[in-house]
């Protein structure tokens, strides 16, 4: 049996993978947190699917030890908090969690070194594919087309562009030699000039309950392609993260993505 604590399990995808884990049948709940002035405090966590399960919401991070793996989709203050006390317990981690700045990814990539750890921008099969078309698309489109990069989801949602849609942005990027920092344009308003070659347009729509939208354009003279993935439920996220959790067992350190878990490398 896989011993898996959640964080953030009240929130969106908290309760997904909540669900995901109590139907697993290789899987069992060991812990559920919340962070401290949580109104879930208290609460079951399967209380919002209308049962006990017996594992009360906790905002102790001691609950973590005897965990084999922590799947964290928080923020990135809690997901940085967590890190450590994982790496204290000794506990692997997923994070799904997206947002970080480069000193916090680089917190992430350090603690790999004493425990292991999957970091995915999105879990899904349908995207990581997606990742791996783009470096064919990339590499065949390198001159003569303009990427621009789309993405749409929720109200609800604070960080902008999507995690995934960097993921993507910089999957073309390394396809055609590039530095994603060095190439992406994030904004434009006003006159802007002409778009100037080799850059890599991002844009951001939030709205409704979109549950996340990303399309890449080719645009080229006399021709578009368009690679999209339009997610339509969040079991897809939770059960990408299971999927890490089983890939994980038996590793002690290690730095991760979901190129790896899906076998797409
Ligand atoms: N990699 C992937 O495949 C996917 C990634 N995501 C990412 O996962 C993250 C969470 O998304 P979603 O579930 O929709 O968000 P929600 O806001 O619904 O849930 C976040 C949860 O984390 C809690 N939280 C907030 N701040 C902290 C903190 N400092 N410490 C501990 N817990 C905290 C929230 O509590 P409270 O509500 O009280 O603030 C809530 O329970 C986002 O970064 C999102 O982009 C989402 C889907 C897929
Ligand atoms: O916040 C979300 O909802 C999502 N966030 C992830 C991201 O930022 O890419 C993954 C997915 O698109 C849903």
Known sequence: MIR??????????????????????????HAALDHAGSSAIGLDAAAFLGRNCGIAITGELDSLSGADVLIDFTRPEGTLNHLEACRQHKVNMIIGTTGFDDAGSAAIEAASRDIAIVHAYNMSVGVNLLVKLLEVAGRALATGYDVEVLEMHHRMKVDAPSGTALMLGRAVADAQGRDLKDCAVYAREGITGEREAGTIGFATLRGGDVI??????????GERIEISHKASNRTIYASGSVRAARFLQGRSSGFFDMQDVLGLR
Do not use: K, N, P, W
């Open 212 to 221: 996340g939208d990303h399309t890449v354009i080719f645009a080229g003279m």
């Open 4 to 29: 898996i604590a959640i964080a953030g399990a009240s929130g969106r995808m908290g309760r997904m993978l909540i669900e995901a884990v109590l139907a697993a049948d290789d899987c069992t709940l």
